[in-house]
């Protein structure tokens, strides 16, 4: 495990052992094992972040379960609909 929990004054640190670069300064303990927890995930590829501003399902490595993709298709058809019916002056 290449990064460390270190007691600071007034909160802890957490370090990068291998490069000694410092990932957050006097935080709570409770913080800065999480921060360990998604540095370690991000370095092993089980944990892939998003793309800011993209929000859940960002990563292209996620594929859509079956329930999503039946969501995706029923919401276009009815865009579909919508469409045509406005198309046809029947919808306003």
Same mark, same amino acid.
């Given at each position: ?11 802890? @640190? *957490? ?5 000694? +670069?410092? #990932? @957050? ?11 360990? &927890? *998604?540095?370690?995930?991000? +370095? #092993?590829?089980?944990?892939?972040? &998003? ?7 960002? @990563?292209? @490595? ?9 969501? =995706? +298709?029923?919401?276009? &058809? &009815? ?12 919808? =306003?």
């Amino acid at each position: 495990m290449p990064y460390a929990i270190v007691p600071v004054k007034g909160g802890f @640190s *957490l370090i990068n052992t291998a490069t000694k +670069e410092v #990932h @957050s300064k006097k935080t709570t303990k409770k913080k800065a094992m999480a921060q360990m &927890r *998604l540095l370690e995930g991000i +370095e #092993h590829g089980t944990l892939v972040p &998003r793309e800011k501003g993209k929000g859940i399902g960002a @990563s292209p @490595s996620i594929p859509p379960s079956d329930k999503q993709t039946e969501m =995706l +298709e029923m919401l276009e &058809r &009815r865009a579909e609909n919508a469409v045509n019916m406005v198309a046809k002056g029947l919808y =306003l």
